[in-house]
């Protein structure tokens, strides 16, 4: 059984960092797949903040930009999201997820709050 763990969600002022973790276990090999970040605000779709493919290249929604790093750490199972210079439009349920390229094997973790708010 393949589990994606979110952690380090929370609340944090506008121009803040905040950093997230997703740790997989059972049987996932992150290594193996593009991993990804992303999030739904209320009353929006959920949409993709950052991916990293198994070679390491990043890709990144145009809003995030400049300001969130995403990094593996194939040793520890473990992807991780990087925010800077946070604003409120950044609040949002923050997901992630694990897809095998060329087949259906797609996982989610059950995702995060971040809320950005004085």
């Known amino acids: 059984q393949v589990q994606l763990v979110e952690s380090g969600g929370g609340l944090v002022q506008p121009g803040g960092s905040l950093s997230v973790s997703c740790a997989a276990s059972?049987?996932?090999?992150?290594?193996?797949?593009?991993m990804g970040w992303y999030r739904q605000a209320p009353g929006k779709q959920r949409e993709l903040v950052a991916s990293?493919?198994?070679?390491?290249?990043?890709n990144y929604a145009d809003s995030v930009k400049g300001r969130f790093t995403i990094s593996r750490d194939n040793a520890k199972n473990t992807v991780y999201l990087q925010m800077n210079s946070l604003t409120p439009e950044d609040t949002a349920v923050y997901y992630c997820?694990?897809?095998?390229?060329?087949?259906?094997?797609?996982?989610w973790g059950q995702g995060t709050q971040v809320t950005v708010s004085s």
């Open positions: 997820n694990a897809h095998l390229a060329t087949t259906t094997s797609d996982y």
């Open positions: 059972g049987s996932i090999f992150i290594s193996m797949y593009v």
């Open positions: 990293i493919t198994r070679g390491g290249s990043t």
